[in-house]
């Protein structure tokens, strides 16, 4: 089992940045890929950015030029470095990642619990 832990959510004003991290932890798991997500109240969750251990990544429209998503896999961490924020951003953030257990090299999906950001003024 691997367990995923937000951190860098908060309230900050428009045109303000922030740093979101997902830190992964279990014992015999390989990356394959990490993403985040947000949903807003009212909206479904939709796919922000994602990468893949090898460092390939895509955003969603919304966010191109602003955000920049990048891990180390050394450390299993996730990042989201969000510049610009608009009110639009305002959402709950949920880490994701797809590994794979070494041992039996099946794929496991796996979310975090979710970090609040708040854009506004």
């Known amino acids: 089992q691997v367990h995923l832990v937000e951190s860098g959510g908060g309230l900050v004003q428009p045109g303000g940045s922030l740093r979101l991290s997902c830190a992964a932890s279990g014992s015999r798991f390989s990356i394959n890929a990490m993403g985040w997500y947000r949903q807003a109240p009212g909206k479904q969750r939709e796919l922000v950015a994602g990468i893949t251990s090898g460092g390939d990544t895509n955003y969603a429209d919304s966010v191109k030029g602003r955000f920049t998503i990048s891990i180390d896999n050394a450390k299993n961490t996730l990042y989201l470095q969000m510049n610009s924020l608009k009110p639009e951003d305002t959402a709950v953030y949920y880490c994701?990642?797809?590994?794979?257990?070494?041992?039996?090299?099946?794929?496991?999906?796996?979310w975090g619990q979710g970090t609040q950001v708040t854009v506004s003024s």
């Open positions: 994701n990642t797809v590994v794979v257990q070494t041992t039996t090299r099946y794929e496991y999906d796996y």
